[in-house]
Structures are given as C-alpha cells and as structure tokens.
C-alpha cells in the first residue's frame, strides 16, 4: 500500500492505493477480484452523511482516501482476501501535526473588517484586510462576517485558510488558486480551503498539488460561477498561450486533489456551468452535495488512480441531456504527471466510484451516470473501473441508471434506491470510434 503521503498539518488529507497488490492465484485480476478493507486507525464514531457508512473504513477497490482532522499518530491498515479466501495485510504509519505549532504567533493571522478577535489564536497577528500572500501561513477569516475574493498566487505553498470565532460561515466572494499564466514553474502545493460560504466558484487554474477544498458551501447564490473547478486552463496556459515564459515540460497535471464535504448547488435562475469539473491524478471526491447546473453535476474529463465516494449528485440540469456523473477521458495514451509526457490525451485507469447517491426525483435526464466516451466520434479509452455499491434515484425521464464502454470495467452492488431492484445497466453507448480492445470486458460481479 501507498500513501501519497506520510506526514503533514491537520486536516491532512491522504489517498491511499494498493492497485500494486499481487496475488498467487493465477490469472487474477487484483484490481477486482480482491476485496480491499481499509481501516484508517481514526474511529471518532463519524458516519458518511449520505451514504451512512463509517468514515473510518472503506471496503472494497483498491483505492481509499481519509482526512485525518486531528494531530497524532494513525495507524493505517489495508486488508485484502482473493478468492480462495487468502488474507493478507499492509500497513503505514501516517503523522498529523498540530496547526497550532506549525503555525505558531504571527504565522497565522486574524482577519476580521470589524476588528473582532474574539476567538482568535494568542500570539496571531491581525488585520481587517485579507493579506497579499498565503504562503506559509493560516488565515483565519471571522465567523459571521463578509470578505472580498481569496486570490492565491501560483506560488502558494503550505499554507491553511480556515475560521474562527462563532456564528455562520465567512462568506468570501470567490477563491481563485494559480490563475493566470504563470511566471515561473513553481506551482500552487499544499493548499487548504476550509469551512467558508463562496459565493463565486472555486477555481484553481493549471498545475496545482495537494489541495484540500473541505466544508465549504456554495449554494444558491444566483451566481453563474457556483462550481469548483479543477485544472481550469491548464491546456491553455502550458500548450496555447502564445506568451508562455514557462515551458511545457515544467507543468504537471493536476495531483492530489481532494475535494470533501462540499455543498455545490446552482440555484433555480443562475445555474452554473457544471458543479464540479476537472482533469486529476489521485482525486478525492468525498461526502460532497452537488446538483442543479446548465450541464453536468460532475464532469471528469480525466482521472487516474482516483476514488468518488458517499456523495450525493443530483443531476438537475437545464436541458435534461446530461448526467449526474459524467467520467470520460483524453484518449488512448498512458497517464504521465509531466504535461509535455502525457499531454491532455491519456485514458483514464484505476478509477473507484462506490457508495454514492446519484440523482433524484427532480433528475431530468435520461442517463444517471455515464462512464463513457463523450460521443461516438471521440476515442476516449477508460478502464479499470469499479461501480459498486451506488444508489440510484430515478426522476421522471430516467432510461438507464448507469452507461459504461470500456474496458476491464465492473459494476456490482449498484440499486434503484426508487425500487431497491438492481440498478438498470447499459454497455458499449458512445463506443462506436473506439478499437475493438477498448470495447469490453464488463464484469458484473
């Protein structure tokens, strides 16, 4: 087992992978046909909201992912049994630190427009203003108060942007994270974005690493930029832009992305584009509520060893021709962190969804979730899939409950929550460019 990393500040969100499991029976395919139980050593008695599992285990694919909240040392665990019934164990040892310490006196810095500190850390530094730079440094932003937009130059790195005192929410304009065309090839790392009411998109811009988006709302603002969006201009900024300083080769696909806990919903009038929508290796998509846009709940254009667990997507989309879900990718390539490797044209590998809610009664499209090509004339390669343990909710347009092409894909588990039958399955839509091998196949156990 992996962790894609061993130490860091509370809240620490780490993805666990054990896809390099083997196994002595011959002939398995240890992506799905092992059972993988994950036991995060972090029992606090927490559930899932929507799914009601427990947040300290995770059962099934081989990939997981846990934010451990508080400091101390964890103990993580990955059983695995094939099936004659072979059990095996791996473990790692995960070290949180307090924020308190590392962002001791005037490393963390109170912003209240009031000037109310009340709440705020002994020894922090103060301002009514947001600050110019959030490298190396907690911002804490008054509970029950308004701000303007969090802008994070690309340099950003370990820095936390969290609350304090009582009462609602902050409510911040927007949080833009390495927007714009970079000056150099040192790129947005570990960033924290926690409990705050945004009223214009989460939008971080090209390459970026270890970023934690936890707990904040974006909900029924009326605004058309209601979405979080991940790797935005990517494609622009390290292949188009005619004025590009840095080179092609220094950008790296967006990594280490988790996105946990986040309430994303367009309102009636202003819908936003889609709720979430990116290109990621090693995403989180985690206990989000995510519904109501022009298109799509969430679009994942590419995705590499990542995992969408015990969310709830509505789909709700103005024209009733999209999804809830919607997972395609680049093509036929091998993924590469580096850019100028792998370009925007790799398949997606080594996805996990399980234990979600898609849809709802007011869904006004007819596919639920699509695992798919985007059209027939797209070679958009996907594979290695696990669909386990979802929960449909059929609106009154709904055909079909799930749509997958690819190859190595499984799907097990998965019922209308509208009739607890099985969810309804569909094979091979929008595969028509697709070769011959990229066309199956499906497994159903």
Not at 74 to 83: I, L, P
Not at 209 to 238: C, F, K, P
Request: with cysteine; net charge neutral; hydrophobic share 35%.
């Amino acid at each position: 087992m992996q962790a894609t990393r061993t130490s860091g500040t509370a809240p620490l969100a780490v993805l666990f992978d054990a896809t390099g499991t083997t196994s002595s029976l011959s002939g398995t395919d240890t992506f799905r046909q092992i059972s993988y139980s994950f036991d995060f050593g972090d029992n606090r008695g927490e559930s899932w909201a929507f799914s009601g599992q427990p947040k300290n285990i995770q059962v099934g694919g081989p990939l997981a992912a846990h934010v451990f909240d508080l400091p101390g040392t964890y103990t993580v665990r990955v059983t695995t049994t094939d099936a004659a019934g072979t059990r095996s164990q791996a473990s790692v040892t995960i070290t949180v630190h307090n924020p308190d310490s590392v962002y001791a006196g005037t490393q963390t810095l109170c912003v209240s427009p009031s000037a109310n500190y009340t709440g705020c850390p002994a020894g922090a530094a103060q301002s009514t203003s947001l600050p110019s730079s959030y490298s190396g440094r907690r911002v804490l932003l008054r509970r029950g108060e308004s701000f303007g937009s969090i802008n994070m130059g690309h340099a950003t790195s370990n820095a936390i942007v969290a609350t304090y005192g009582s009462g609602a929410k902050p409510r911040v304009t927007s949080v833009r994270i390495g927007e714009g065309r970079p000056s150099s090839a040192i790129f947005p790392d570990d960033v924290t974005v926690m409990d705050l009411n945004v009223s214009n998109g989460i939008v971080q811009g090209s390459s970026a690493s270890r970023l934690l988006l936890y707990r904040n709302d974006l909900a029924d603002s009326g605004s058309t930029d209601n979405q979080i969006t991940v790797g935005s201009a990517l494609e622009y900024w390290a292949g188009s832009d005619p004025y590009r300083t840095v080179a092609t080769n220094q950008f790296f696909n967006p990594r280490e992305i988790f996105v946990v806990e986040n309430r994303v919903i367009g309102s009636s009038t202003n819908l936003p584009h889609m709720n979430f929508q990116g290109s990621v290796s090693r995403l989180a998509l985690l206990g989000n509520e995510m519904g109501t846009a022009n298109q799509h709940t969430a679009r994942l254009y590419r995705l590499h060893k990542s995992v969408i667990a015990h969310n709830a997507l509505r789909g709700r989309s103005s024209d009733g021709i999209r999804h809830a879900l919607k997972l395609h990718s680049g093509g036929l390539s091998a993924y590469a962190d580096n850019y100028a490797s792998s370009g925007s044209s790799w398949a997606t590998r080594y996805v996990v969804i399980a234990n979600n809610i898609f849809g709802d009664a007011a869904d006004n499209n007819q596919w639920t979730v699509a695992v798919t090509p985007q059209n027939g004339q797209s070679v958009e390669g996907i594979e290695d899939v696990i669909v386990e343990n979802n929960r449909y909710v059929r609106g009154s347009r709904t055909v079909t409950d799930l749509n997958i092409t690819g190859r190595r894909i499984a799907y097990r588990g998965n019922i209308s929550a509208t009739s607890s039958s099985a969810a309804s399955v569909s094979t091979g839509a929008h595969g028509g460019a697709l070769p011959a091998d990229w066309q199956g196949p499906y497994y159903s156990q």
